[in-house]
């Protein structure tokens, strides 16, 4: 462990209740996007006003943040590309994800740190030395690069080097694939995508009219990638940042997979990652939303690395059940009203808002009021619980298993 740096870990973000989710799981740094702006137009996202607002909130906590300008640039676009970067400037953001060169050169003289996008597909020494002339801090790399190319990169070029550890992958040049741009219009290169590639299909031989219903393996749609089994090798690597995927992602996704591997990194450098400590993070890691797990491209070419469904594989769930009415600081007691089903002793509950995050919460009782306690409240019931620390009015609440 010679000479090797802790990486920082950068987390995905689209909304309040992902940010705050993203610092409390022990993320060094967040990515997020502004509206029309970005690779995941269909998240959420912010809007630029929010970005100072963003920006003190992440800081507080010593979390830095990067704002993505990464899809595909036009002249017509050029001013309002100007606008966001003056204001990512105001609000100190502390680094743009591009690749354009236009972007590049527009935030160089805003005198921004840039960070090279994923899909400059920067997956060489010589390609990296020469985007270095521009002035670029960081490099994530081509998606497509194996352990061993990394290694002999960060050797030739002694420079930043950023790469995806955690989430969803594309079967084409991610943003580059005109699949859904063809079929509905909605351009991957403008952060569009509807991902028609994760669909069940019917093919049809035109010569004798026999169809074939393609649902598994959907043939289009690649697993997750998943780094956790061999993070160890990555690490050795001394490598600048590992990167969350999931911008399009729950809250509690982003807190989930932020603290497995801010926690498993953590033990790494204090010499304490067991085999079993990485068995117990990896069934964390399966209750959220995910395709299956594949290591990508790190270990060598992924063979038949398809999903076998369209959705996810996540082995808990949640379903909203009532929103927060009041809380109770000096107790620590939340005022909830039930709107759906009903909760029960013993219920995993989550309770998700933008300035709570996610918090999740094992129900130990129910006290319908004062010393009148209950096993089970039901639809239009006005409870209290405890928890574990503050939540506000409106949070919404979600049963979780």
């Known amino acids: 462990m010679k000479n090797i740096k802790k990486p920082i870990l950068l987390s995905p973000v689209a909304n309040y209740e992902m940010l705050i989710a993203a610092i409390d799981g022990g993320a060094d740094a967040v990515y997020l996007g502004v509206k029309g702006q970005n690779m995941r137009e269909s998240a959420k996202n912010f809007s630029i006003k929010d970005l100072k607002k963003i920006s003190n909130i992440a800081h507080k906590s010593n979390v830095k943040v990067y704002l993505t300008l990464n899809t595909i640039c036009f002249d017509e676009e050029i ?30 003289e805003q005198k921004l740190e840039v960070h090279l996008s994923t899909q400059a597909s920067a997956s060489n020494s010589i390609a990296i030395s020469e985007y270095k002339k521009l002035g670029i801090k960081r490099f994530v790399l081509a998606r497509e690069c194996s352990l061993n190319q990394i290694k002999k990169i960060i050797k030739n070029t002694n420079t930043e080097i950023e790469i995806f550890i955690h989430g969803a992958m594309c079967v084409a040049v991610s943003g580059r694939c005109f699949l859904s741009h063809f079929l509905y219009g909605q351009s991957a290169n403008k952060g569009k995508c509807i991902q028609p590639c994760r669909r069940e299909y019917i093919a049809t031989d035109i010569e004798t009219n026999k169809q074939l219903e393609i649902h598994n393996n959907f043939i289009l749609s690649p697993k997750d990638l998943c780094a956790l089994p061999f993070l160890e090798k990555i690490l050795d690597l001394n490598i600048c940042a590992l990167k969350i995927e999931g ?110 995050g996610v918090l999740e919460e094992k129900i130990k009782e129910i006290q319908l009021s004062k010393n009148n306690f209950t096993k089970i409240a039901k639809k239009g019931d006005l409870v209290a619980i405890k928890v574990k620390k503050r939540v506000r009015r409106n949070d919404e609440i979600y049963l979780y298993g």
């Open 79 to 108: 001013n309002k590309i100007k606008k966001t970067l003056i204001s990512a400037k105001k609000a100190k953001i502390d680094a743009i994800i591009s690749w354009d060169l236009g972007v590049i050169k527009l935030a160089k």
């Open 247 to 356: 911008r399009g992602k729950s809250p509690e996704y982003v807190k989930i997979v932020t603290s497995v591997y801010r926690e498993a990194i953590d033990l790494y450098f204090e010499k304490k990652l067991t085999s079993k400590k990485k068995e117990e993070l990896f069934e964390k890691l399966k209750t959220v939303y995910n395709r299956d797990f594949s290591d990508g491209f790190y270990l060598g070419r992924p063979i038949n690395e398809w999903t076998d469904i369209r959705g996810s594989k996540a082995t808990k769930t949640k379903t909203r059940i009532g929103k927060v009415t009041n809380y109770f600081r000096k107790i620590d007691v939340a005022e909830i009203k039930i709107e759906a089903r009903s909760l029960k002793i013993n219920d995993n509950i989550l309770i998700i808002g933008p300035t709570t």
